[in-house]
């Protein structure tokens, strides 16, 4: 990979790293590889990536995809971007939050919209949040994230990662681990290991149900208090204890089992029964 300088950039600019940014940049270019790779990014792909850095995925990203879109926050860093990538004519730099930005003018009428980042690790939770819940024409979501949010989202019912991150994400996509990161990928190295996972938005949800809102809630009651059984931890305003257990009945649902061990399936299947009896 030509031009993979992160070290040279940073010294050159004498570029002082913001901890509270998440600011660790990738000095490994398999790395940066395999996240190009495993984001799919073709000429008809328009890309919009998350704090840049000093551009060494962005580099990467503008040579494969149509259009680049970069959001970055700390404006130390938009003169050096725009100097090191000046011979690229497909990119546009945003300096803003990335929690702010208005995604739907930004994508307009864009039809292939991947997401790529090396996320700081502050911002992992939240974003992913805001991206899928909000209902943007994202393809995918291809991002570096710390390794016990990556095993959190890509958990099965059953285990102690699962959880109502993993229900959120896997409502709305499909989730594949693309590879492991050491710390010493990075500059500075962080404390913790990371993972490049691709999340790839479903055509429509996983589950079809008659409330959403009502579906989130009962997951989050369920996973609230973790060692409760369903029938202590699921509360529902709107019913009596006697017709909550009904609509477990109704769901084919041992109220005695813990919200751990439902798949999204059956969690939408009590939501739904909850909802006819309210
Ligand atoms: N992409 C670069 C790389 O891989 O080497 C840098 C990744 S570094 C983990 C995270 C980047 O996100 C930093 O450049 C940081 O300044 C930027 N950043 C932090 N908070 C941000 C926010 N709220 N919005 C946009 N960018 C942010």
Redesign the pocket.
């Known amino acids: 990979m030509e031009n993979f300088n ?1 070290k040279d950039i940073v010294k050159k600019y004498g570029f002082k790293f ?1 901890k509270s ?6 000095v490994d270019e398999s790395i ?1 590889k395999d996240i190009v790779e495993g984001a799919e990014i073709g000429p008809e792909d328009f890309v919009i ?10 580099r990467e990203l503008l040579k494969k995809a149509g259009r680049v879109c970069s ?4 404006s130390e ?1 938009i003169p050096i971007l725009k100097e090191e990538l000046r011979d690229f004519d497909n990119l546009e730099l945003i300096n ?4 702010k930005v208005d995604y739907r003018e930004l994508i307009g009428e864009e039809k292939n919209v991947k997401l790529v ?7 992992t939770t939240p974003i992913i949040v805001k991206l899928l819940t909000e209902d943007y024409s994202f393809k995918s979501l291809t991002i ?1 994230i710390q390794k016990e949010v990556a095993e959190r989202i890509n958990a099965a019912p059953g285990g102690k990662d699962y959880g109502s991150l993993s229900l959120l994400v896997q409502y709305y996509c499909n989730t594949k681990i693309v590879r492991k990161v050491t710390p010493e990928c ?1 500059i500075p190295q962080p404390k913790v290991d990371s993972m490049v996972i691709s999340l790839e938005k479903l055509p429509s949800p996983r589950v079809n149900v008659k409330d959403k809102k009502l579906l989130f809630e009962i997951i989050r009651d369920s996973f609230n208090m973790r060692r409760k059984t369903l029938s202590n931890a699921v509360k529902n305003s709107k019913l009596s204890k006697e017709n909550l257990m009904k609509a477990f009945e109704m769901a084919g649902i041992n109220p005695q089992r813990r919200g751990e061990t439902l798949s999204i399936e059956e969690f939408a299947e009590l939501s739904d029964k909850i909802k006819e009896l309210q």
């Open positions: 992160t913001t940014l998440g600011q660790n940049f990738l940066v990536e998350i704090g840049p850095g000093v551009g060494t995925l962005t959001i970055e926050l700390d860093l803003e939050d990335a929690l980042a090396n996320l700081p690790y502050y911002l570096m990075f």
